[in-house]
């Protein structure tokens, strides 16, 4: 079985697909060590397309990892969260030119894929408690930046939920409120042998 999490950077994703990948014996599709590409620098910058490169590449070097049929993967991002970066950092031309080769990758659908979403005020407060030095260059702590990559989640959700497996979690609760209700999201799709392990 294959769960990504998506949303706005600081909304919990990696913290709630840890407990997740630990709740139910899983393993954590995190970034991984490139030697091959550096991470570039992230947020608003000069360089947001081959910040969306390196994602791709690491989506790919994720999905390279899930080699056991009977195991739960679990990724705290997937290629809708590319998309909806690409759709909010890059002007037309790039948007166009990153769109002509992101749409001929292969990519592997989520068997369930939940966008997590809290209001922005939410978000700006996880944010800052992170303590991090990279804030103000990666933009970070921008609303507009956030409020606009929140409405391309919640159009994502919007656009697909009636496609495929595609959940909204409010995530405005503590840590283990948000993973009870992942947990209750992903019940109806998880086999008896996972379920035992919750």
Known sequence: MYIVLSGVHGIGKTTIARELARHLDGVLL???????????VLGKSAEALKTQ??????????????????????????WSDIIAYSNVLLD???????????????????DVHIIIH????????????????????WSEL??????????????????????????????EGTIEENCASALRILAPHLTPRTLQTT
């Open 30 to 40: 995190s970034e991984v060590i490139d030697d091959i590409v550096p991470p570039p």
């Open 53 to 78: 490169l390196w994602f791709v590449r690491q989506m790919i070097l994720k999905e390279a990892q899930m080699a056991d049929p009977r195991a739960v993967y679990i990724s705290d991002r997937g």
């Open 92 to 110: 037309r031309h790039a948007r166009e030119l990153f769109r002509s080769l992101f749409d001929r990758l292969p990519k592997r659908l989520p």
């Open 118 to 137: 809290a209001p922005i005020e939410v978000v700006v407060e996880r944010i800052a408690k992170r303590n991090r030095s990279t804030l103000g260059e």
């Open 142 to 171: 921008d609303r507009e930046y956030l409020n606009s990559l929140s409405e391309e989640f919640l159009s994502y959700h919007d656009a697909y939920k009636e496609l495929r497996p595609v959940y909204r979690l409010d995530a």
